[in-house]
């Protein structure tokens, strides 16, 4: 039983209010790079649609600048001061942020004052976002009883993928619905004035929670604040595999959103189509998360993780040449949709193993920090590399060599992990 649980608090609550939070913040930074083409459009006009596209993605890369300060402050905060305070102080953050994006008038409007407000409230978000994912990651882990800490963990990355299929639901309707200039016009705010609708729920689930981080934890967590980089540098192995993994993983689903943009602008289908196919890789990989996370508490971190990134490594690059000459329904959604669904099988098992390895005292500062870092580095240039990838090689398999890259490193890293699951290591 974990500690909250024999505190008279419901695991299975306190686990959803965490992650509808976690879920209702991805779902408004992802819907960015749903809309880059329409984005570009209202605030980055520019002589060729590759320059206001390079532009947009470019913006959408400023959200990652701040991510590894947001994941130092917010998590080290979520570790001095606790949890629950950490998650409200990003979700209010990013609802902001959002709020600006939505409501800022186009270029044609204000002038340059358009993209530089835009840029700004990217970086907010970047900063909320990078200290998200460490404290509700730890939140996690904490309510979770041991045998099933991978599945309450699994929550996380699956609520991840809810926030991305509700957006490629989202952008299904609008594209089905709207004239492309209605869509360009208004049609992309409206995504994100929904987001924005349900964040007082978000706010009000998130106070309900209880704190997983003791009084006297959190003391003593202010005393050895010092010290939180050299506690830290105890765990120097994990702290480096944790970020290769998350840089192969970060790449991976960053390319995976862009796949919207890639069916439309390089495949050249029906954008309701193109939406369509995100919808189904996320859903599948709703599944898969929750799906790896099971699996991890009863096989190990260390089989989940190798083995599903192992046929990853064997089945991308011809399920892109499928897709690349067959461009339709069948190959874009049967190829993506594999894709996505066995690369979704290891990083909860990851998750979870990176979180059992460090200790409560410095798990959300260092979680958020090596998981902000990797995201800014890999996750923020991801869809720039493939687009540049593209327009200088004019080979509309290049995404496919850039996640070979990124899962081959996953795989070498994820081999080397220590495996930390009780039904391996013997914990209780």
Not at 76 to 103: C, E, H, K, Q, W
Not at 106 to 119: E, L, Q
Not at 129 to 142: I, M
Not at 391 to 396: I, N, Q, R, S, Y
Request: charged residues 10%; contains cysteine; hydrophobic residues 55%.
């Amino acid at each position: 039983m974990s500690d909250i649980a024999s505190r008279g608090f419901d695991v299975k609550r306190a686990a959803f209010a965490a992650t509808i939070g976690n879920m209702l913040e991805f779902y408004d930074f992802i819907t960015y790079s749903f809309f880059a083409t329409e984005i570009g459009h209202t605030f980055f006009p520019a002589q060729s649609e590759y320059g206001s596209l390079m532009l947009s993605l470019a913006t959408f890369g400023a959200g990652f600048l701040t991510r590894p300060i947001g994941g130092v402050v917010l998590g080290i905060f979520s570790d001095r001061v606790g949890r629950r305070p950490a998650m409200l102080l990003s979700f209010a953050l990013m609802g902001g942020a959002i709020l600006t994006i939505a409501l800022t008038p186009s270029y044609a409007a204000i002038g340059i004052a358009a993209p530089i407000v835009v840029i700004l409230a990217r970086m907010v978000q970047g900063f909320a976002l990078g200290g998200e994912v460490g404290p509700t990651t730890a939140y996690l882990v904490e309510i979770a009883a041991p045998r099933n800490r991978g599945l309450v963990v699994a929550w996380q990355p699956a609520s991840q993928e809810v926030a991305a299929t509700v957006g490629a639901l989202v952008g299904v309707i609008l594209s089905s619905t709207m004239a492309p200039d209605m869509l360009q016009a208004y049609g992309w705010r409206v995504a994100f004035l929904l987001g924005a609708v349900c964040l007082p729920f978000g706010i009000w689930m998130r106070r309900t929670l209880p704190e997983t981080v003791p009084h006297d934890a959190r003391a003593a967590a202010n005393i050895e604040g010092s010290n939180h980089i050299k506690l830290a540098r105890r765990h120097f192995r994990v702290i480096v595999l944790a970020l290769m993994i998350l840089a192969s993983g970060t790449i991976s689903t960053y390319v995976t959103q862009y796949m919207t943009t890639y069916a439309k602008n390089t495949l050249h289908v029906p954008s309701s189509l193109a939406f369509t196919v995100s919808l189904v890789s996320n859903g599948l990989q709703i599944i898969g998360a929750v799906l790896g996370g099971w699996l991890a508490d009863r096989l190990g971190r260390k089989p989940v993780m190798i083995w599903p990134q192992l046929v990853v490594l064997v089945l991308t690059y011809p399920a892109f040449l499928w897709i690349v000459r067959e461009p339709g329904a069948w190959s874009l959604l049967f190829g993506f949709g594999i894709l996505s669904f066995i690369g979704s099988l290891p990083f909860t098992a990851f998750y979870a193993a990176f979180t059992e390895a460090l200790p409560q005292n410095i798990r959300g500062g260092v979680f958020a920090t090596i998981y902000a870092v990797a995201i800014a580095t890999f996750g923020g240039t991801a869809q720039l590399v493939v687009t540049w990838l593209l327009h200088v090689t004019g080979d509309p398999l290049a995404p496919s060599w850039y996640l070979l890259l990124a899962a081959a490193v996953g795989i070498v890293a994820m081999s080397l992990m220590p495996e930390t699951a009780p039904v391996k290591v013997g914990e209780t």
